[in-house]
């Protein structure tokens, strides 16, 4: 039997809601992906999501960060022991996977794709122009995140200290 929710009087202040809104003008970009160091992988990330203090909004088994690359730059190949999400906002976008990342798609503006649990996965803005991505994780802990040997070593050599 499915459950429906049930219809409410809950009727909440417009102030009770602004506290429920990131506004992005307000965001800080976050420090802790620290593979933003490695050369050739350089982004700013906004994260919106996810557990406080680190997300101005807390959710429970769902982070959200928003994404900013300039051309060229990317995200690493990594994995999570969960699912991920990204969704192109502007720009395009290639995303590839697997062991060394050799298969890949490319992603127009609001093109999405789901990664499944353990899989490496990485991203790279492959327009003309800065773009954003929008990154979901599902799950209590993604931020347990592996580099491949080959991203170590590349970390390594710019003197990037990976957990």
Excluded at 52 to 66: I, Q, R, S, T, W
Excluded at 99 to 121: K, M
Excluded at 141 to 153: F, H, L, T
Aim: hydrophobic share 40%; aromatic share 8%; charged share 20%.
């Amino acid at each position: 039997m499915q459950r429906q929710a049930p219809i409410t009087d809950a009727n909440p202040t417009v102030e009770e809601m602004e506290a429920r809104v990131a506004r992005f003008g307000k965001l800080v970009p976050t420090s802790d992906y620290v593979d933003a160091a490695i050369p050739g992988y350089e982004r700013t990330t906004y994260r919106v999501l996810g557990t406080a203090p680190d997300a101005p909004l807390a959710a429970e088994g769902f982070h959200m960060n928003l994404i900013l690359c300039q051309p060229g730059k990317a995200a690493p190949l990594h994995n999570h022991l969960t699912q991920e999400v990204f969704v192109a906002l502007t720009g395009r976008w290639q995303v590839f996977w697997g062991p060394e990342g050799s298969r890949s798609l490319v992603l127009e503006p609001f093109d999405t794709i789901s990664i499944p649990p353990g899989v490496s996965r990485g991203f790279r803005n492959v327009g003309d122009r800065p773009a954003y991505l929008l990154g979901m994780v599902s799950g209590q802990d993604p931020g347990m995140i592996n580099w491949p040997a080959k991203v170590r070593a590349a970390a390594a050599a710019a003197g990037v200290d990976l957990p």
